[in-house]
């Protein structure tokens, strides 16, 4: 997996103003860490936030975790100076909230370009994700998606756009499905990772283990959460197991023999298997791999 498609099962938001946040939060193995900038700095406290936070990307060792910065929305007063925060820390990637247009994207695009060339990093380096909070947002997906040869992904976000909806987060999933839907569909059709929203009760571990199937089922790559006690939850939902993994495995292996015999559909484990099969097969996979558990299955 290349840096754009990387595993990003979990990517979890922390108080870029934090420093006891701010100084370990790899321990816990989140896939990708998302810096708050935005809705967890109150107006006031932005220059602070920003300066701890440059001091955490340049000193700590965050080890395999991808280091995004949530920046504020193009609307307020804050958003480009978040960026040259960002770039000249050395962050990975940008999140960019409330997204509703591609003409924002680029914008934003043309900020970092800015800051990649003061910085003296590398041109292109700088990836970006854009969160979805509004039924504006969902509505102009497509072109979000194409907006950025840097855009590795969309990320829905509940909260801002139940309000939007003129709803509330029912934890039945009734208001957000239609957005998730909408965003799958589109995310694949344009080869862009596709994120669920946070599941913000944090005493409800049942009701994430459910949520988090449900958005695995519908092809999600992965989920924004909040807390690290979130995290084995949805890798677990999310890492292929062991059965998983030797079906696949032996999957691949007879397509490939049977292909060079001429045979093109037969059964696995009683399962009809075609070349359809081939591709999920290989992801179960290159997953398994990434996620460090193929290496177990193949030794035994
Ligand atoms: C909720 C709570 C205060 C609870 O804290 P508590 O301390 O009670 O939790 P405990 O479980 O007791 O913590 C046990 C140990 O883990 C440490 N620990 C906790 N959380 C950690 C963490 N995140 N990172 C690293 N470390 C962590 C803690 O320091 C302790 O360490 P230690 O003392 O050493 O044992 C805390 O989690 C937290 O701040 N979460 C992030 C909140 C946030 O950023 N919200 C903004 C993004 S959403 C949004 O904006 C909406 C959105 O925009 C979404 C979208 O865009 O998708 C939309 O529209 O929907
Ligand atoms: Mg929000």
């Known amino acids: 997996m290349n840096k754009k498609n990387r595993l990003r099962r979990t990517m979890m938001f922390l108080n870029a103003q934090k420093p006891t946040l701010l100084k370990d939060?790899?321990?816990?193995?989140?896939?990708?860490?998302?810096?708050?900038?935005?809705?967890?700095?109150?107006?006031?406290?932005?220059?602070a936030a920003r300066f701890?936070?440059?001091?955490?990307?340049?000193?700590?060792?965050?080890?395999?975790?991808?280091?995004?910065?949530?920046?504020?929305?193009?609307d307020t007063p804050y958003w480009k100076e978040d960026i040259r925060c960002a770039v000249f820390a050395?962050?990975?990637?940008?999140?960019?909230?409330?997204?509703?247009?591609?003409?924002?994207?680029?914008?934003?695009?043309?900020?970092?370009?800015?800051?990649?060339?003061?910085?003296?990093?590398?041109?292109?380096?700088?990836?970006?994700?854009?969160?979805?909070?509004?039924?504006?947002?969902?509505?102009?997906?497509?072109?979000?998606?194409?907006a950025s040869p840097r855009l590795f992904g969309v990320a829905l976000s509940a909260g801002d756009y139940t309000k939007d909806l003129h709803t509330v987060?029912?934890?039945?999933?009734?208001?957000?499905?239609?957005?998730?839907?909408?965003?799958?569909?589109?995310?694949?059709?344009?080869?862009?990772?596709?994120?669920?929203t946070v599941y913000t009760d944090l005493d409800d571990m049942d009701g994430l283990r459910k949520e988090t199937q449900l958005?695995?089922?519908?092809?999600?790559?992965?989920?924004?959460?909040?807390?690290?006690r979130q995290i084995p939850i949805v890798h677990s939902v999310y890492t292929p197991s062991r059965k998983d993994i030797i079906f696949a495995d032996k999957v691949v292996k007879e397509i490939d023999?049977?292909?060079?015999?001429?045979?093109?559909?037969?059964?696995?484990?009683?399962?009809?298997?075609?070349?359809?099969?081939?591709d999920g097969a290989k992801r179960t996979i290159a997953l398994a791999k990434a996620a460090g558990v193929y290496q177990e299955v193949e030794n035994d």
């Open 215 to 228: 958005i695995h089922d519908m092809g999600f790559d992965g989920k924004s959460i909040i807390n690290p």
């Open 90 to 146: 050395g962050c990975d990637s940008i999140r960019i909230p409330k997204t509703e247009s591609a003409e924002g994207v680029k914008e934003v695009e043309a900020e970092i370009i800015k800051a990649e060339q003061e910085a003296g990093v590398e041109l292109g380096s700088t990836l970006l994700m854009a969160a979805i909070e509004s039924a504006l947002g969902v509505l102009n997906l497509q072109e979000i998606c194409g």
């Open 169 to 196: 987060i029912t934890g039945t999933g009734v208001e957000l499905n239609g957005a998730r839907q909408q965003m799958i569909i589109t995310a694949r059709a344009m080869n862009v990772q596709c994120f669920d």
């Open 257 to 278: 023999e049977k292909r060079a015999q001429g045979i093109g559909v037969f059964t696995v484990d009683g399962k009809m298997i075609d070349v359809a099969f081939y």
């Open 52 to 74: 701890v936070l440059a001091h955490a990307l340049k000193k700590v060792d965050y080890h395999n975790c991808e280091k995004v910065v949530r920046i504020n929305g193009i």
């Open 25 to 47: 939060p790899f321990i816990y193995g989140p896939d990708s860490l998302i810096f708050d900038l935005e809705d967890a700095v109150a107006p006031e406290e932005k220059d």
